[in-house]
């Protein structure tokens, strides 16, 4: 009867520190990717929810297709939408942050058109009374009201964007994804944990430094000490 291999490698466990230590360098790589993926889609998707809500907010006949259109981009299955937009960007990193982009506009479009139309009206009349133009109004008085519930629907969008990353591994631009596809496909078990547990990681910490950084931009909206 022959001993058990030493290596918890050879073993094959799903706990295994030479796994961390032998392969730390492509842990680390697929963890940048997995950042520079998210980060680059929520950043976008930022800068086009913004003026979308602006314009759904401003136009009420663009509030109904601005909404309904970002829904429908929201419910297309993930494999779907990276093979409708394969024509336009190809098997690279583009093609899953332009998905990951589509998808984030429906969170935050949506969260952002509510902190605007959230703002009370009688705030806007007294800027207003103040000798506010539109634009002061809007950068000085509405957007900052509406911070609460537009960071809201930027930590919802980011926390999906980190899990979302990982379905690029069937284009081979996944981040930590595409360790886990092929560990499952080995049933590499400390691949597949190892990689599952940094992208929930990620998501957690990305999730509380959002948090953290909602509450330094709207103290407001904390409870004074009774």
């Given at each position: 009867?022959?001993?058990?291999?030493?290596?918890?490698?050879?073993?094959?466990?799903?706990?295994?520190?030479a796994?961390?230590s032998?392969?730390?360098?492509i842990?680390?790589?697929?963890?940048?990717?997995?950042?520079?993926?998210?980060f680059?889609a929520?950043?976008?998707g930022?800068v086009?929810?913004?003026?979308?809500?602006?314009?759904?907010?401003r136009?009420?006949?663009a509030?109904?297709?601005?909404?309904?259109?970002?829904?429908?981009?929201?419910?297309?299955?993930?494999?779907a939408?990276?093979?409708?937009?394969?024509?336009?960007?190809?098997?690279?990193?583009?093609l899953?942050v332009?998905?990951l982009?589509?998808?984030?506009l429906?969170?935050?479009?949506?969260?952002?058109?509510?902190?605007?139309?959230?703002?009370?009206?009688?705030?806007?009349?007294?800027?207003?009374?103040?000798?506010?133009?539109?634009?002061?109004?809007?950068?000085?008085?509405?957007?900052?009201?509406?911070?609460?519930?537009?960071?809201?629907?930027?930590?919802?969008?980011?926390?999906?964007?980190?899990?979302l990353?990982?379905?690029?591994?069937?284009?081979?631009?996944?981040?930590?994804?595409?360790?886990?596809?092929?560990?499952?496909?080995?049933?590499?078990?400390?691949?597949?944990?190892?990689?599952?547990?940094?992208?929930?990681?990620?998501?957690?910490?990305?999730?509380?430094?959002?948090?953290?950084?909602?509450?330094?931009?709207t103290?407001?909206t904390r409870?004074?000490?009774?």
């Amino acid at each position: 009867m022959t001993a058990p291999p030493d290596d918890c490698l050879a073993r094959n466990e799903w706990i295994c520190g030479a796994y961390l230590s032998s392969r730390r360098t492509i842990l680390w790589d697929a963890v940048l990717e997995h950042l520079r993926l998210t980060f680059a889609a929520v950043l976008i998707g930022l800068v086009i929810a913004v003026p979308l809500a602006l314009a759904a907010r401003r136009w009420k006949a663009a509030s109904a297709p601005v909404l309904g259109v970002t829904t429908v981009l929201y419910t297309i299955p993930s494999l779907a939408m990276f093979s409708l937009l394969l024509p336009l960007y190809g098997l690279s990193a583009s093609l899953v942050v332009a998905g990951l982009v589509l998808y984030s506009l429906t969170l935050l479009v949506r969260n952002i058109l509510a902190g605007l139309r959230g703002v009370p009206e009688e705030t806007r009349q007294a800027a207003r009374g103040m000798g506010y133009g539109p634009l002061r109004l809007l950068l000085t008085v509405e957007l900052p009201l509406a911070l609460p519930a537009a960071l809201a629907g930027l930590r919802i969008a980011t926390v999906s964007a980190v899990s979302l990353v990982t379905i690029g591994a069937i284009v081979g631009h996944g981040g930590l994804g595409n360790l886990i596809y092929a560990g499952m496909n080995t049933f590499f078990k400390a691949q597949v944990l190892t990689a599952s547990v940094l992208c929930v990681l990620i998501a957690v910490v990305a999730d509380v430094v959002l948090l953290l950084l909602q509450r330094r931009l709207t103290p407001w909206t904390r409870r004074a000490p009774t």
